[in-house]
């Protein structure tokens, strides 16, 4: 079964506009972290944001924030107030102990923002 | 902080060819991991050491493909001999274990690996 699912291969979204990259994920470990990544055209895999299952309140990074709904196992990124430089590949993760420390990694949603 | 160091970071060979890649880890991480990443199958995970002991390479793709870790400070990927469905970009990554609250893995730049 899949542990992370990213249903949106591409998006797109007005320069300036808010955006939201859905996840869901799968774990019956009580403790486990979940992660953003982005990676742009040039390669690199950027960390954004993390959200820990026994955080209260939903992590905040600068224009990211994580919608956690813990409830419906889902984990979505929302990028405000898009900029060009948003435009890439962004990968949604999960780590549990469960399964031995792995990091788990969706199939990642292609963000082009549009000028 | 240096970050994850990996080299080279673009290697080119001709089939049957030997290829080792290398990685240097953050220090005092615990956990190394390599993935392999392609646009057909997206971002594997080959193996993973915890404290320089390999902790699970099934996704090492078959037995051509090994990984070392010798110390904690040092890890080598090596392809023997080397298949053009290898060409893909090769990422080393590290973390603390996952007691040490808000640890995500970090990344290295990739080998991106073209074998012809």
């Known amino acids: 079964a899949q542990k992370i699912t990213q249903t949106q291969p591409g998006m797109f979204v007005q320069e300036k506009e808010a955006v939201t990259l859905d996840c869901t994920y799968d774990?019956?470990?009580?403790?486990?972290?979940l992660f953003w990544y982005k990676q742009p055209s040039s390669g690199e895999m950027i960390f954004l944001i993390y959200?820990?299952?026994?955080?209260?309140q939903n992590a905040t990074e600068g224009r990211y924030s994580l919608n956690f709904q813990k409830a419906r196992k889902s984990a979505n990124l929302v990028i405000s107030a898009s900029q060009l430089g948003d435009s890439a590949m962004y990968f949604c993760?999960?780590?549990?102990?469960?399964?031995?420390?792995?990091?788990?990694f969706g199939t990642g949603t292609s963000l082009t923002v549009i000028p | 902080d240096a970050g994850v160091i990996q080299s080279p970071r673009h290697e080119v060979t001709e089939m049957g060819q030997e290829v080792t890649l290398r990685c240097k880890p953050i220090?005092?991480?615990?956990?190394l991991f390599w993935y392999r990443q392609t646009m057909m199958r997206g971002l594997e995970l080959l193996i993973y050491?915890?404290?320089?002991?390999?902790?699970?390479d099934s996704g090492m793709p078959e037995d051509r493909f090994s990984a070392k870790m010798p110390n904690a400070s040092f890890s080598t990927l090596k392809i023997q001999p080397s298949e053009p469905r290898d060409s893909a970009v090769y990422f080393c990554?590290?973390?603390?274990?996952?007691?040490?609250?808000?640890?995500?893995?970090?990344f290295g730049n990739g080998t991106r690996l073209t074998v012809t």
């Open positions: 220090s005092g991480h615990d956990y």
């Open positions: 959200q820990g299952s026994y955080d209260q």
């Open positions: 993760a999960m780590r549990d102990k469960n399964t031995g420390n792995q990091f788990y």
């Open positions: 774990t019956s470990d009580p403790s486990y972290g």
């Open positions: 990554a590290s973390s603390f274990n996952t007691d040490r609250a808000r640890s995500p893995l970090h």
């Open positions: 050491f915890n404290n320089n002991v390999p902790i699970d």
